[in-house]
């Protein structure tokens, strides 16, 4: 069983959809992190977060501690908003668990 | 513009030969790792480094090396023990106090 777990794998969208990716993680954590990846490879972060919710423009993420839980929302989805996007438990100490990832595709 | 450098992009190696990847980071961390990725998996951590000349193996460590002999480079060797090195190949840092994750634009390593 993997540490954590994302649903769903793959994720198509029309543009202004309100999107939602769902992350489990099964180990204590210090943090939770949300990261995009684009076709081309890199990966940026776009969220850390221990608790409650955080906003960056059209992109909400949450954490539920208690039920080992956490979303990341996309509102009014555009069709650059199209890479993966992967869930990362930082487990203390500097190791991180990883999702496989959600491949959304927002079509126009 | 601090960041994450790595090279070579793309590599392409013929089997038996070594090959090194470079990782160079200006964001002062100490953490830095190795991660390799393949389709369908998440990122596995090959090495990773807490500080200068000091390194741990990841979960699949074997048939790769490491060093970490200055704080801002990191390289890896992939080596012809590797049975399977064709992937993508991820290079990191965390900022020590807030914890924040930093990637390179990656590396992606062909065997022919």
């Known amino acids: 069983k993997n540490e954590v777990e994302q649903s769903p794998q793959n994720l198509t969208a029309q543009e202004g959809e309100f999107i939602t990716i769902n992350c489990s993680y099964s180990?204590?954590?210090?943090?939770l992190h949300w990261l995009q990846q684009h076709p081309g490879g890199g990966i940026v972060s776009l969220f850390m977060?221990?608790?409650g919710k955080k906003k960056h423009g059209r992109l909400i993420a949450t954490i539920n501690i208690q039920e080992k839980h956490s979303s990341l929302h996309i509102t009014a989805s555009h069709p650059r908003d199209s890479a993966v996007y992967i869930c990362?438990?930082?487990?203390?100490?500097?190791?991180?668990?990883f999702g496989t990832g959600t491949s959304l595709t927002v079509i126009p | 513009d601090g960041g994450i450098t790595q090279s070579p992009k793309y590599l392409f190696r013929k089997e038996g030969q070594n090959v090194t990847l470079s990782c160079e980071q200006n964001?002062?961390?100490?953490?830095m790792y190795w991660y390799r990725q393949d389709p369908g998996q998440g990122l596995r951590l090959i090495y990773y480094?807490?500080?200068?000349?000091?390194?741990q193996k990841g979960d699949i460590a074997e048939g790769y090396s490491v060093s970490r002999e200055k704080k801002e480079s990191f390289p890896l060797t992939v080596t012809s023990a590797q049975k399977n090195p064709t992937a993508f190949y991820l290079c990191?840092?965390?900022?020590?106090?807030?914890?924040?994750?930093?990637f390179g634009e990656g590396s992606r390593l062909t065997v022919l």
């Open positions: 180990v204590g954590i210090s943090a």
């Open positions: 977060l221990s608790s």
């Open positions: 964001l002062n961390h100490d953490a």
């Open positions: 990362a438990a930082d487990n203390t100490g500097n190791q991180f668990y």
């Open positions: 480094s807490q500080i200068v000349n000091d390194f």
């Open positions: 990191a840092s965390s900022n020590d106090r807030s914890g924040e994750l930093f």
